[in-house]
């Protein structure tokens, strides 16, 4: 059998002008580097398409930004973007969409089977509902990729199946034969329907690993048959991504250096989230929030029997020796992501706490774009739409320029951008919350009522005097105890 390894140069000279390449999330990063150095050192290959859905941008690496170059790339699908490719969408530069991270995964297992698409509540009255932006994110973008359909009396949205013809995919160890498995991975990022979409269109699939066997692996610890795998780059360097999501200091009352300042706010948005935990049942936290949220866990009087899920696929369970960290080393459980959010699309989460940019007057809530910020939905669309209660954690308002030392409102009379609908939210019997440093509200058909503020807030100075609107005031408010945590 001739040899599938090469160089991560020479896999990136097998792209060609115009192709659709599938970028699996976690560690592919060495190959979308050599494609970015082609490209500055060629102007070759041109006029790419990509799609990714989420784990490429991890912190302190440019993920995709590697190629965030005119020229090179002409569209992009994701659900998370990088700084320098959403800066690329947002002035007009690239066609680009903007999709769930479930949906998007799901896309590519549709495309696998083959299928025109796939219908889905998900996304309805969102920016993806093509009655708003229909995950357009700029003008240039004309195609659609959403569509909305009647059925029995009952809408949904048509999601067109995407197709590639080049797959960077990532795994853990490939053996003699060239078979692929993921035991180090902390997600398979759809891999699997990648390569099939690739097989069943002649086109070519890329493997990134860190070492290669020099026996055969175990049948059933094989995730990507090496009849599926045309090429495969070993690099042992790799390092492992961290999950990520958005960065919570952004939305913090305190500017990112007062460290004092900005972790008593996380103590008292803790405080309030606090109670909204279940006792029991399957729950999703942002990452960005496991920091603060885990550590109530601790305080409570019984052992809570609780399976956190991620977007990414792992499903674990919270100890309380784990004191306050949920242990993604050693996950009970890594399903294939889009298997993942057929069970949170199903309604299967019971709780979901998120992060927000945005609050309006109506319960929308945007966590995806505002100003030239654009991280993209990631999974919030798939998870806040079927949980069946949902708590947004954040500041009622936060600094806008460094310099003047401004602050501005983050719950403003109408959001930028619609990542969750608030009343689509309530005629489905979801509970939604918003639990800030200062107070927790919940929505009611006729707004966002508060029902608990903390020790010590004035409830003009602190609250009222920092929305853009005027929310309803609970006859039974009650100040929160600060003793259990």
Request: charged fraction near 20%; glycine fraction near 8%; proline fraction near 4%.
């Amino acid at each position: 059998m001739r040899s599938k390894i090469i160089s991560a140069e020479a896999a990136a000279s097998l792209v060609k002008n115009g192709e659709v390449v599938y970028i699996a999330g976690g560690k592919t990063n060495r190959l979308v580097e050599a494609l970015g150095r082609r490209f500055k050192k060629t102007a070759l290959p041109r006029k790419l398409s990509v799609i990714y859905t989420g784990g490429v941008n991890q912190p302190h690496a440019p993920g995709l930004d590697h190629l965030a170059y005119e020229g090179l790339i002409d569209t992009v699908v994701a659900s998370h973007w990088s700084p320098r490719m959403a800066n690329l969408a947002l002035h007009d530069k690239i066609k680009a969409y903007n999709l769930p991270q479930g949906i998007l995964s799901q896309m590519i297992r549709t495309a696998a089977a083959g299928e025109k698409g796939m219908i889905k509540k998900t996304g309805l009255y969102t920016f993806v509902d093509p009655r708003l932006e229909g995950a357009r994110v700029n003008t240039k973008t004309e195609s659609a990729l959403v569509e909305r359909l009647q059925i029995l009396d009952e809408e949904f949205l048509f999601y067109r199946s995407l197709f590639h013809n080049v797959a960077f995919i990532r795994a853990s160890s490939a053996d003699v034969e060239g078979n692929l498995t993921m035991e180090d991975e902390p997600a398979d990022y759809t891999s699997l329907s990648a390569a099939q979409v690739c097989r069943a269109r002649s086109g070519l699939t890329i493997a990134l690993v860190d070492k290669q066997l020099n026996s055969l692996a175990r049948h059933t610890n094989v995730r990507v048959p090496s009849a599926l795998v045309d090429f495969i780059v070993v690099d042992p360097n790799t390092s492992q991504p961290a999950m990520h999501g958005m960065d919570v200091s952004l939305h913090t009352d305190t500017p990112r250096n007062e460290k004092n300042a900005a972790a008593t706010v996380q103590k008292l948005i803790a405080i309030h989230a606090f109670s909204r935990f279940p006792q029991q049942g399957f729950v999703h936290i942002s990452h960005t929030l496991e920091s603060y949220l885990l550590p109530c866990l601790d305080k409570l009087s019984t052992d809570p029997a609780l399976t956190f899920v991620n977007e990414n696929g792992q499903i674990l369970r919270y100890f309380c020796q784990t004191k306050g960290q949920i242990a993604s080393e050693t996950p009970a459980d890594v399903a294939d992501e889009s298997q993942q959010f057929d069970f949170v699309h199903g309604g299967g989460l019971d709780a979901c706490f998120l992060d927000f940019f945005q609050i309006d007057q109506f319960g929308n809530v945007n966590t995806s774009r505002v100003d030239h910020r654009f991280p993209g939905c990631g999974s919030t669309i798939d998870i806040a739409q079927n949980t069946h209660r949902v708590v947004f954690c954040g500041a009622i308002a936060g600094n806008r320029d460094t310099h003047r030392q401004t602050t501005r409102s983050h719950f403003v009379q109408n959001v930028e951008q619609i990542t969750f609908h608030g009343q689509y939210a309530l005629s489905r019997g979801q509970e939604v919350y918003f639990c800030t440093g200062h107070g927790t509200f919940r929505l009611l058909r006729t707004g966002l009522e508060l029902i608990e503020i903390s020790p010590g807030t004035d409830l003009e100075r602190d609250i009222l005097s920092r929305m853009d609107f005027v929310p309803l005031i609970s006859p039974d408010l009650k100040e929160i105890a600060l003793g259990h945590l």
